[in-house]
Structure formats: C-alpha cells, structure tokens
T-cell receptor, first 116, second 112 residues
Framework: GAGVSQSPSNKVTEKGKDVELRCDPI?????LYWYRQSLGQGLEFLIY????????KSGLPSDRFSAERTGGSVSTLTIQRTQQEDSAVYLC??????????????FGPGTRLTVT | GENVEQHPSTLSVQEGDSAVIKCTYS??????FPWYKQELGKGPQLIIDIRSNVGEKKDQRIAVTLNKTAKHFSLHITETQPEDSAVYFC???????????FGSGTRLSIRP
C-alpha cells in the first residue's frame, strides 16, 4: 500500500515568508510525528499527535512553528516569518498505536526547506 | 529532559568486519529502543527494535543488546557489506503515549 507522503518535496522561500508543509500518513495510523533534520544532523523532535489526545508540542522551537492534524489524518506544519536557521529537511512519520503497544514509525521522504 | 547519546558519529570498517554503535539514554522509564537506517535522500527506516523485557535480539547479521541497569544499548552488524553504508540512528521511548527521542546518528562507511 501507499506509504507516508509529504509535499512539497522541495520548498525555497524568502526570509520572512510563511510556509506550509503537508503530511499524508498511512491510512489507519493513529500517531503522527514531525521531525526536523538539519544538514548532517540527527532527528529533532517537533510535535506528536496521537488519536484525539492533545498533541505533544514540547519540541517546537518557537511560537513561529505550529501544526495541526485535521480529521485524524492529514497534518500541516506551518512556519511563520521564516528565518534562515529554519532551513532543514522536515520529516513526517506515522505509526499504529493501540493497546499500549509500540509500532514501527514509517517515515515520509521529507520536505527540504531552504530559506534565502 | 530525555536525552539519547550516540557514539561514534562516524565509523569506517573493512567489508566483512563487524561494526558496533553504542547509545546511552537518560530516562530510566524508557522501555522501547528502535534502530533506524537512513540512506541518502530518504527517510529513516526501522531495521530492528528491542523492548526492555529482553536483553538481546538478533535478525540475521544485525543484533541489538540492552543493559537497563547501565542504560546502554548497542547495535552490532556482522559481516558488513557495501549496502550497509548509511546513517544509523538509535532511539528511546518510555511509553506508547510518548514521543521517541533519537540519537544524533552514526555515519557508517564500509570500505571495499
């Protein structure tokens, strides 16, 4: 079946502009994660959605970052007033999560954001 | 807060030799430890995971060990092959309702 998809694959924007990044998780996956990966660096956790629970926003680096997940499926990560340090690959992942069990996170290909 | 440290950051081994990557975690409540492999231009992909109720798990050439007392866990790749070249990430999580924290990654290169 289809995996996690993200759009756009690449985004170049001018400093100060707002951007929206989209994630389509695997159908039926209740958990959705956003990560940021700077060049040659590890995965920095941003935000986590699990079912109807309040999202864990503890990783968002500033109030310019926000995310929502509509209808428990598609998610949008919004960065307002972009800065050059926001340039990175933004990765989305989804997983099943039920009965207190852990399931594999499936990652999308990422969106490469470049702020000029 | 929760933290996962990973070493080394880069590792080069001769084809056919073994590679070992080590991680430590800070939160003693962590009980799920996945390992991910990331190839160039792609998202990470799970290669093996271990839960806190076991000390070792093997899958063909890959094995993971967990020492809960020391809060250490390791990835062992035996008989390395060129296709093992990638960046490897360890991670830890403490509950099914909690985020997963990743290590900083190890770039593994296999020399022919």
């Amino acid at each position: 079946g289809a995996g996690v998809s993200q759009s756009p694959s690449n985004k170049v924007t001018e400093k100060g502009k707002d951007v929206e990044l989209r994630c389509d998780p695997i159908s039926g996956h209740t958990a959705l994660y956003w990560y940021r990966q700077s060049l040659g660096q590890g995965l920095e956790f941003l935000i986590y959605f699990q079912g109807n629970s309040a999202p864990d926003k503890s990783g968002l680096p500033s109030d310019r970052f926000s995310a929502e997940r509509t209808g428990g499926s598609v998610s949008t990560l919004t960065i307002q007033r972009t800065q050059q340090e926001d340039s990175a690959v933004y990765l989305c992942a989804s997983s099943l999560m039920s009965g207190g069990s852990f399931y594999e996170q499936y990652f999308g290909p990422g969106t490469r954001l470049t702020v000029t | 807060g929760e933290n996962v440290e990973q070493h080394p950051s880069t590792l080069s081994v001769q084809e056919g030799d073994s590679a070992v990557i080590k991680c430590t975690y800070s939160d003693s409540a962590s009980n799920y430890f996945p390992w991910y492999k990331q190839e160039l231009g792609k998202g990470p992909q799970l290669i093996i995971d271990i839960r806190s109720n076991v000390g070792e798990k093997k899958d063909q050439r890959i094995a993971v060990t967990l020492n809960k007392t020391a809060k250490h866990f390791s990835l062992h790749i035996t008989e390395t092959q060129p296709e093992d070249s990638a960046v490897y990430f360890c991670a830890a999580s403490k509950s099914s309702a909690s985020k997963i924290i990743f290590g900083s990654g190890t770039r593994l290169s296999i020399r022919p």
